[in-house]
C-alpha cells in the first residue's frame, strides 16, 4: 500500500503509548514493534476524526498515518 500521499505523524518518547492510546481505538501495548495496526482516532470528545495505520517501530517510537491533518485539532 503506497502511503506516500498521507499524513505522517512521528510520535515517540516516553509517553508515545500513552498518547496514542488516548486518541486512537485499539490497545496500543498489544502493538509489537515492527507491526502496524488499522485503528481510527479520535478528538478529546471521542468524534471519530479519521481511519489509518499506526506503526511501532520499538517500545516508544511509532509513525501515525491517516488521509487528513487532524493532529492540530
Known amino acids: ?8 505523524y512521528l510520535v ?3 509517553d508515545a503509548e500513552a498518547f496514542l492510546n488516548r486518541v486512537t481505538l485499539r490497545d ?4 509489537k514493534p515492527g507491526k502496524v495496526h488499522y485503528t481510527a482516532w479520535c ?7 479519521d481511519d489509518g495505520t499506526l506503526f511501532r517501530f520499538s517500545t516508544d517510537r511509532f509513525r ?3 488521509q487528513e491533518r487532524h493532529l492540530p485539532w
Request: glycine content about 12%; aromatic content about 4%.
Open 43 to 49: 478528538d478529546d470528545g471521542g468524534h471519530v476524526l
Open 12 to 14: 515517540e518518547g516516553d
Open 64 to 66: 501515525l498515518c491517516c
Open 28 to 31: 496500543v501495548a498489544k502493538l
Open 1 to 8: 500500500f503506497d502511503i506516500s500521499p498521507m499524513v505522517k
